[in-house]
Each structure stands twice: as C-alpha cells, then as structure tokens.
C-alpha cells in the first residue's frame, strides 16, 4: 500500500520514516520530492580501461564539489553519480521507491538506471545514476528538485532488514540513531 502525504507526515511523526531536512512545500499527494546534493561522482576515462562487474572491476572515479546554485554539466550519453541532499530512511514495516521527474525526463535526464528500490530499515543518501540521453549538455544545480519518493507500507515485518548489510551502507549511515524503529517479533 501506498502512503498519501497524510501518512508519510504521520510516518515522519512517529519516526517509521527519515527525511532530514524536511521541508513541507516539498510533499506532494503521494510522494516527496528530493534535491540533488553538491558532490558527484565522474569516471575517470584515462585510468578506466573496462568494466567488469564480473571480476569486481569497476571504473576509476573522481569527486566533483559543486556550491549550491552552481551549475554542474552533464554532457550528452555521460553518466555520472551524484548525491541526495536529504538523508532518509524506514523501518521494518516500510519500503521507499524511487522515480525521476517527468520534466527533466522530457528533457533527456535519467536520473536511476536500476536502483529504484531502498528496502526496508534502510536509512541513507541515495546516490543518483545520472545519465544525459539528450544531444546537447544538460545543466544541474545542487538543490534543485530532481527526483520524487514513495512510500509503502509492506503487509508484514521484514525478516531482516538493511540496516547495516549494503555494500554502500556504512558509510552512508554512521551517524544515524532512528528515533524509533519498528520491532521485529518472533514468529
């Protein structure tokens, strides 16, 4: 089941769900729109030969810091990674789903390839697959909205959960203390 803004504030209220800062103007009916981060990831074409998820081989990266309203290009079929501004996260009891914004998809942005999924006890700064499918550059600014999140409450607990078991989780969630997650019950 899908939550309506009316629950993702209860949920926010009660501490199911992180949005960290949390902004009103931000909640739609369904869903909350997120803001691009300042730091993005770019590969580094003269030191990445191949890739080769297979063998763990993986393309050299750079960082790139950007200031809040400078622009950062995305040249056309270039796919970069760039963060959330917002922290967020769910208990046991909730899942969160990623979609790009029409507008900027109109405009030839990607903004997730695959991972559009965040399970549930999750709590972190998503990173963005951004890719430009246009033919002309395509100009970001940290802080614009860039993409939108749903909510839904799962039928049952989890098993288990995330927290702490990605392979990109500890060092995007060190310093997150949920206010009150979910308990787990014996079955």
């Not at 697959?129 to 002309?136: K, M």
């Not at 959960?161 to 310093?175: E, I, L, P």
Request: hydrophobic content about 35%; charged content about 20%; glycine content about 8%.
């Amino acid at each position: 089941m899908f939550l309506s803004d009316i629950d993702i504030k209860k949920g926010i209220k009660s501490g199911a769900i992180v949005i960290e800062p949390f902004s009103q103007k931000r909640l739609q009916m369904a869903s909350y729109d997120v803001t691009l981060g300042n730091e993005f990831q770019v590969t580094d074409r003269h030191s990445t030969g191949v890739i080769d998820p297979f063998n763990n081989v993986y393309p050299k990266t750079r960082t790139i810091k950007v200031k809040d309203g400078d622009p950062f290009i995305l040249h056309p079929g270039e796919s970069v990674l760039g963060k959330q501004k917002e922290f967020i996260g769910v208990d046991h009891e909730h899942l969160i789903l990623l979609s790009g914004k029409s507008s900027l998809a109109r405009a030839g942005l990607v903004v997730h390839n695959t991972a559009m999924l965040f399970n549930p006890g999750h709590h972190f700064y998503p990173t963005f697959e951004l890719v430009n499918t246009n033919n002309v550059p395509i100009i970001l600014r940290p802080g614009m909205e860039i993409a939108q999140l749903l909510f839904a409450k799962l039928t049952s607990m989890t098993s288990k959960g995330y927290d702490g078991h990605g392979r990109y989780d500890k060092k995007n969630s060190t310093h997150f203390v949920p206010k009150r997650t979910a308990v787990r019950k014996k079955i």
